[in-house]
Nanobody
Framework: QVQLVESGGGLVQTGESLRLSCRASGSDVLDYVLGWYRQAPGKQREMVATITWGGATYYEDSVTGRFTISRDNDKNTVYLQMATLKAEDTAIYYC????????????WGQGTQVTVSA
């Protein structure tokens, strides 16, 4: 199992940047794919970006070119650098993990609020 703790949310203005962090702990953390999801009010949770410990990344179309996911293997931490933020990026952002052989993200952090004011 893996435990996830996010940090770094907050209130910013349109066009500003923000970085989220997610520290993973537990056994065999390197065997997990980590990612970021978000859920805006009244909407379904959606995948934002994922990264394997080997560095392979995936981005949802609306954040491509604006968000960057990265990881620090020594610190077991994954980051989401968000730039040129828009009001529609406002959501609760969740760190998530899935075992490398699994298709489902089964482990979740508590979430961190990101609010982008127009």
């Amino acid at each position: 199992q893996v435990q996830l703790v996010e940090s770094g949310g907050g209130l910013v203005q349109t066009g500003e940047s923000l970085r989220l962090s997610c520290r993973a702990s537990g056994s065999d953390v390197l065997d997990y794919v980590l990612g970021w999801y978000r859920q805006a009010p009244g909407k379904q949770r959606e995948m934002v970006a994922t990264i394997t410990w080997g560095g392979a990344t995936y981005y949802e179309d609306s954040v491509t070119g604006r968000f960057t996911i990265s990881r620090d293997n020594d610190k077991n931490t994954v980051y989401l650098q968000m730039a040129t933020l828009k009001a529609e990026d406002t959501a609760i952002y969740y760190c998530a993990a899935r075992y490398i052989d699994s298709s489902q993200f089964s482990y979740w952090g508590q979430g961190t609020q990101v609010t982008v004011s127009a």
